[in-house]
């Protein structure tokens, strides 16, 4: 969804729901039509129109440590060729769970996410630097997690 141009504009009613979803993507269609003022039966028909058309995306966020994978990771990666080609190879891989084409020092960025350190070693050297169009790649582990939020709105 990240980079991908509106295929259609959203009335405020949509907008209204998203933004609802973002607070709590658990809440029932009742509680999301008392907050925008539709019925159940039309807010269950909104919602399901934003998740067939790539609107949205309703899923748990957990925490990688606590399920297991212990070392996340952003992979700089400067590639030769179509871009977009190695990009969608990455997207392909299980354990990368964000891809973008960049402008700046590198082509792709991708985030990964792995049990350990040696999970990590693996992907990068066997799985993302033999991938076609891969000229270097540069990694930076987290340390860390700051601040993941998905509430930013709409507009």
């Not at 990368?96 to 992907?123: H, K, M, N, P, R």
């Amino acid at each position: 969804m990240p980079g991908r141009q509106p295929t259609s504009t959203l009335d405020d009613v949509a907008k209204r729901i998203i933004e609802v979803l973002q607070v709590d993507g658990r809440m029932s269609y009742a509680a999301i039509g008392k907050a925008v003022g539709l019925s159940e039966a039309a807010v269950r028909q909104r919602v399901q129109r934003l998740l067939d058309g790539g609107v949205v995306q309703i899923v748990a966020v957990t925490d990688p440590v606590q399920v297991g994978f212990a070392r996340q990771a952003m992979i700089g990666i400067r590639a030769d060729g179509d871009t977009r080609v190695v990009a969608d190879r990455l997207a392909e891989l299980p354990e990368v769970d964000y891809v973008v084409v960049t402008a700046g020092s590198f082509d792709v960025l991708a985030e990964v996410v792995c049990e350990d350190d040696d999970g990590l070693l693996e992907i990068v050297n066997t799985r993302i630097r033999t991938i076609p169009g891969v000229q270097a790649t540069e990694t930076f582990v987290y340390l860390k997690l700051r601040k993941q939020l998905y509430d930013w709105g709409t507009r």
